[in-house]
């Protein structure tokens, strides 16, 4: 069993454990309106984004599984650090939901908007569902808001099936099942 976050490295990304240096570009992407709009719809603090790095490595050490920190590879040559854009993992939220998940790893993503439409997502959601096929038994499924349509379409392209609409903390959302 994996006690921390395996690195995974695709053609241009890094997928990394999260570690401290992460927070302040974490707590930014997390306040960042445009982030939040389908995923609960109000920016988080820094004290909220501090808990979840912290709930991260968590994952990892009692599961098996857990989140990423995703960073662009440094150009070859280049002095330049690479930056953090975004996280994506599996996880066992233990979520009150109607149909329950119990059992499933739930996947979900987040990148800065910085980086949309550049094909990321569909890059480090194809390594983790690769390192998901690798390593995990139980089935994958993400909770995407209806309206959120560029989620549904990376879930739909990574080989999530609408599975039913439901509601979660009073917000509509559809779950996704794969495999």
Known sequence: MFTAAPLIETERLILRGHCAADFDAEAALWADERVVRYIGGTPSSREASWGRLLRYPGHWQM???????????????????????????IADYQRQ???SLAGMGEMGWVLSPDFHGKGYAFEAAQA???????????????????????????AEKCGFVAHTDTEYQGTAARIFKRG
């Open 63 to 89: 599961l098996g599984f857990g989140y990423w920190a995703v960073v662009v590879k440094p150009l070859t040559g280049s002095d330049e650090s690479a930056p953090f854009i975004g996280e994506i993992g």
């Open 97 to 99: 939901i109607t149909p």
């Open 128 to 154: 983790v569902i690769n390192w998901a096929d690798t390593h995990l038994t139980r089935p994958l499924c993400c909770i995407i808001d209806p309206e959120h349509q560029s989620s549904i379409r990376l």
